[in-house]
């Protein structure tokens, strides 16, 4: 089945302490993205990858990381993760940067940073 | 730069009436044009997206959406609305042919459904 990946789906962490989210889609996309949804504000991208090693801001990139080593796996790293950072994050990946099909989500992972 | 802006956060529908959402761009170009429903506890799914042709789009579960450019609108429609279809629902713009293209999403509209 095509779809991408979200591990873990839940996480409760303390302040400071690294984190890293994973995402792997199997639909062999080149385009990868990670977005927060907060109440109100809808989703706001915190990065993307147009392709192996390439990776670039988004909207709300402060205090994340991200990698792009193989085209399948997009992880979303939080060096030291701060109470603001709660939210519920969505990987998301599309065949190409053209998104003319629009974006595959992953199911979301529920961060809370106490 | 691209935005987009659903005017009503809660929507409440009696189950069997008609629904509208309503959907406003910002876009210097014609746009991409999506809607993703998101029911509880789940990721994102497509219903629907607009890229040219026939203003009148139709996507998954019955529902429709039309594009006006004059209003810069791209409000979602179902004609009958069934207790499933309670969720939020995104609407999104995406650039076309632009370095780091993304989509940009509305702040959603959450509809509950009455039986």
């Known amino acids: 089945e095509a779809q991408v990946t979200q591990n873990p789906r839940y996480l409760i962490t303390v302040t400071g302490k690294k984190l890293t989210v994973t995402c792997s889609q199997n639909m062999n996309h080149e385009y990868m993205s990670w977005y927060r949804q907060d109440p109100g504000l809808g989703l706001r991208q915190i990065y993307y990858?147009?392709?192996?090693?390439?990776?670039d801001k988004g909207d709300v990139p402060e205090g994340y990381k991200v990698s792009r080593k193989e085209k399948r796996n997009f992880p979303l790293i939080l060096e030291s993760p701060s109470p603001n950072q709660t939210s519920l994050y969505f990987c998301?990946?599309?065949?190409?940067?053209?998104?003319?099909?629009?974006?595959?989500f992953g199911s979301g992972t529920r961060l809370t940073v106490v | 730069a691209q935005s987009v802006t659903q005017p009503d956060i809660h929507i409440t529908v009696s189950e069997g009436a008609s629904l509208e959402l309503r959907c406003n761009y910002s876009y210097g170009a014609t746009p991409y044009l999506f809607w993703y429903v998101q029911s509880p506890g789940q990721g994102l799914q497509l219903l629907l997206k607009?890229?040219?042709?026939?203003?009148l789009v139709q996507g998954i579960k019955g529902f429709e959406a039309e594009f006006k450019r004059s209003q810069s609108s791209f409000n979602l429609r179902k004609p009958s609305v069934h207790w499933s279809d309670a969720a939020e629902y995104f609407c999104?713009?995406?650039?076309?042919?632009?370095?780091?293209?993304?989509?940009?999403f509305g702040g959603g509209t959450r509809v509950l459904v009455k039986p």
């Open positions: 999104a713009v995406g650039a076309r042919w632009a370095a780091g293209n993304k989509l940009t």
């Open positions: 990858s147009m392709n192996v090693e390439v990776t």
């Open positions: 998301a990946s599309s065949l190409d940067s053209s998104i003319s099909d629009g974006y595959t």
């Open positions: 607009y890229f040219s042709g026939d203003t």
